[in-house]
């Protein structure tokens, strides 16, 4: 009986309970972002089932994201859980959430950031980009409206937007750490330059990527860079100069040697 009776209780702390949704449309994403592709969108009010949480992008103020019983995320700041913070456990990486490595490099190298900069250009205050979404500072992507999340004071000033572009770049890294298996072995100018990629692609396109795939097949890195990035020249169903231009500085910076190590071991 007292065998039966812990089973139960196991059992019973085993299920996963169901929240409903706030918003009127939430979407449903495939990695807990907002640079992340739609898998599905719930309607407000209808439950969900959560089988873990993560950290990621942050929604007004929020950066806990649920991953459902569907297999994608959601923000936490649109589910009614009754707390602001975790009300379960936390993804790890066989669910779904987490890197695979956690002492990849959180940043990038100075190259990097400057190279980040250079190509997205400075924004003192918020306003729509070549195709129309409203960025600011060096390719930040506005959160919510007037970019009410940044912490800075508008207008930015070049100081200020680094500042910003540091606070974002974590994100994007951890993107890669996440898509990237053990078998790449990349320096600190290949991490800065696929870092950069993933800023102006974005994390979802970058996970389904072909250059992903590739280097996760153990190909040579350097080969898989020179031929992948500068497929990636188009945007609004256009081919832009500015990004062809880009990927070949991008490329430039993947294939100059250097002694450090990023990932999946920072040096």
């Known amino acids: ?82 707390s602001s913070g975790y009300v379960t456990k936390k993804c790890t990486a066989s669910s779904g959430g987490g890197s695979s490595s956690s002492s990849y490099c959180k940043t990038i190298n100075t190259a990097g950031v400057d190279l980040i900069a250079k190509w997205e250009g400075f924004v003192a205050s918020p306003k729509p980009d070549p195709i129309g979404l409203p960025t600011v500072g060096y390719g930040h992507l506005c959160q919510q409206k007037n970019c009410r999340e940044v912490k800075y004071k508008f207008p930015l000033t070049k100081t200020t937007a680094k500042e910003l572009l540091l606070d974002d770049l974590p994100k994007y890294t951890k993107c890669l750490a996440d898509y990237l298996n053990d078998k790449p072995k990349l320096n600190a100018n290949q991490w800065a330059a696929l870092t950069s990629w993933v800023f102006n692609v974005g994390c979802g396109n970058a996970k389904t990527s072909t250059l992903v795939k590739r280097l996760n097949n153990g190909e040579a890195a350097n080969t898989v860079a020179a031929e992948e990035l500068p497929k990636w020249r188009m945007a609004g169903g256009k081919v832009l100069p500015g990004l062809e231009a880009r990927r070949k500085d991008e490329v430039k910076l993947f294939k100059t040697a250097s002694s450090k190590q990023a990932y999946p071991k920072c040096q």
């Open 1 to 82: 009986m007292k065998a039966a009776f812990a089973a139960l209780v196991f059992s019973l702390a085993s299920i996963v309970s169901a929240y409903p949704i706030t918003g009127d449309v939430v979407n449903c994403r495939t990695g807990p972002g907002t640079s992340y592709a739609i898998k599905k969108s719930y309607k407000k009010n209808q439950d969900i089932s959560i089988s873990c949480q993560t950290a990621g992008t942050s929604v007004n103020g929020n950066n806990i994201w649920d991953k459902t019983a569907d297999g994608c995320y959601v923000a936490d700041y649109y589910v009614k859980t009754g």
